[in-house]
């Protein structure tokens, strides 16, 4: 089992940036793909990003060119590096894991606001 907790969440203005972690409560050397999804006001959860054990990563079309997903394995850590922020990212944001029997993990999740 892995526990998931977020962190970096806030208000921010447009155009600011944000850059938020998911600390795993194990090595995340084997864990299959871990992503970020987010949930806006009134809206179904959806897919940010993903990264895979080998470091592959793949962004939703809204975010592609603003927001960047890392991992680093050694401090079992992923993390969503976000800059030119809208509106419309205002969202919380939660983090995944997928362990190697299929079984997906989720953190509690931590709130974007961006707003002016």
């Known amino acids: 089992q892995v526990q998931l907790v977020e962190s970096g969440g806030g208000l921010v203005q447009p155009g600011g940036s944000l850059r938020l972690s998911c600390v795993a409560s194990?090595?995340?050397?084997?864990?299959?793909?871990m992503a970020w999804h987010r949930q806006g006001p009134g809206k179904e959860r959806e897919l940010v990003a993903t990264i895979t054990s080998a470091g592959s990563t793949n962004y939703a079309d809204s975010v592609k060119g603003r927001f960047t997903i890392s991992r680093d394995n050694a401090k079992n850590t992923i993390y969503l590096q976000m800059n030119s922020l809208k509106s419309v990212d205002t969202a919380v944001y939660y983090c995944?894991?997928?362990?190697?029997?299929?079984?997906?993990?989720w953190g509690q999740g931590t709130q974007v606001t961006v707003s002016s």
């Open positions: 194990r090595s995340i050397f084997n864990i299959n793909d």
């Open positions: 995944r894991a997928e362990s190697p029997l299929g079984i997906n993990y």
